[in-house]
């Protein structure tokens, strides 16, 4: 059984996923706005995988037999300068992710909630993949920097991602 408290932070857990999808959604559109149609995808792409993030969440605590308070969603920022600037707020929000889940992981621990603590396992070695993924991208276009050609390349790279393998 879900303690309270662990109910009340995974729904905050939940919200701050949405909240993420809604994130990687704006960026997408900014993406877009500046033509860098491959960045877009990527962030689409990233909207998708959060949004099913959240659902996991939300299946999770309904499995539970919990009732789900939804909180409200923040709005998200429209500017984010430099494309190498939006991908480096997305590092930053994943890290900031992984504390997050690193801690509500603790609190599973803690209070002996083993189903919980192997649920927010997934999400840990999850976010090990999103920085990773976000961090290789910086490093590229730190590497090419202004250079149109290089960032033609990254921005074609990445409109290859696909959809997000639904999440079982």
Known sequence: MISKKMKK?????????FYS???YLAMSA?????????AANWFKMQYEEEHMHATKIYNYLIEQGMH?????IAKPPKNFGTILNVFELSL??????????????????????????NLLQWFVNE???????VSEIISKLKLVKEDGYGLLMIDNELATRSTPAAIA
């Open 30 to 38: 900014y993406c877009s706005n500046k033509d860098f149609n491959g």
């Open 9 to 17: 932070d995974l729904e905050k857990q939940l919200n701050h996923e």
């Open 92 to 117: 930053e929000h994943e890290q900031m992710m992984t504390s997050r889940l690193n801690n509500l992981s603790d609190l599973a621990l803690k209070s002996k909630d083993h189903a919980t603590y």
């Open 127 to 133: 976010q090990v993949e999103e920085e990773a993924s």
């Open 68 to 72: 789900v308070s939804l909180k409200a």
């Open 21 to 23: 999808a809604y994130l």
